[in-house]
């Protein structure tokens, strides 16, 4: 029978090419998103369900999970891939947007798996794969919100998997560096405050070169790809070049030469 994986933010990036990678090799693959209306790929394949989810709200995910199993039977693994940054001065953000962004990245993620761990404990199996992100390993200026939601997703993965050993579930991390994707950047600014605006300025060139310069999402699929395959009780898995480079230079170096290190890769800015 063939296994079937649930990934959430499937339209596009990183969870439309997990989608199409996995359909590929042949698995059943429940593709949600919150606009699914508006898919017009995913739906033409076989074995694919395109569902709406929104990992905001708690209905939403059930009614996926549900659609999932009523089409496939099971559901092997779970990809939280759903999420978006925010970035900028934290003086210059709005509540409302700071409480969206670890909505998003935190308590969604905690959501959907949380509904789909009476599954795998009934079944002793499943995997859940939780796409964290370079940044939940260093940061960068104006990052402090993203960066945090990334943080949480690396501790709740590790402490997570020691619990879920108790019930035959792995856990897994995917750490990709920069990627060549629609992600969604929200940049929040106040102009009125002087005093961060040469940093502001900065962050607009380096999440402009990011963008243009980073990895094709198929890298990272074939990550995720390897991480739910491979039969091991690895834990993270990192990809592309400038996240490896990034890590190994972290490891070896002293706190404040590596911070420094990381405010000079930003671009000058007038």
């Not at 035959?168 to 600014?189: D, Q, W, Y």
């Not at 995720?224 to 009780?233: E, H, K, S």
């Amino acid at each position: 029978m063939n296994k079937t994986i649930l990934i959430t933010g499937s339209s596009s990036g990183i969870g439309k090419a997990t989608a199409k990678l996995f359909h590929e090799k042949g698995w059943n693959v429940i593709a949600t998103m919150r606009r699914p209306e508006i898919e017009s790929e995913l739906n033409k394949l076989d074995r694919v369900l395109v569902t709406r989810l929104d990992v905001m709200h708690w209905e939403s995910i059930q009614a996926a999970v549900k659609q999932g199993m009523d089409r496939f039977g099971k559901i092997d693994v779970l990809l939280n891939n759903a999420g978006f940054g925010v970035f900028g001065p934290l003086e210059a953000t709005p509540l409302e947007k700071i409480r969206e962004q670890f909505e998003t990245n935190v308590l969604g993620l905690l959501a959907t798996t949380k509904v789909l761990l009476p599954i795998f404990r009934t079944n002793r199996a499943g995997m859940i794969i939780n796409v964290s992100s370079i940044a939940g390993k260093i940061t960068f200026p104006l990052g402090s919100l993203y960066h945090g939601t990334k943080f949480a997703a690396e501790g709740i993965s590790e402490a997570l998997s020691f619990e879920m050993a108790e019930i035959g579930v792995k856990v897994k991390i995917v750490e990709p560096g920069a990627i060549r994707t629609s992600f969604k950047f929200v940049l929040m600014n106040d102009e009125s405050i002087s005093e961060y605006q040469k940093m502001f300025r900065m962050l607009q060139e380096f999440s402009k070169s990011l963008m243009e310069n980073g990895a094709d999402p198929m890298e990272v699929a074939e990550v995720i790809y390897r991480a739910a395959t491979d039969g091991t009780d690895q834990l993270r898995y990192v990809s592309g070049r400038d996240a490896e480079e990034l890590l190994a230079k972290r490891r070896v170096e002293d706190e404040s030469a590596f911070l420094k290190d990381i405010r000079n890769l930003m671009p000058t800015a007038a």
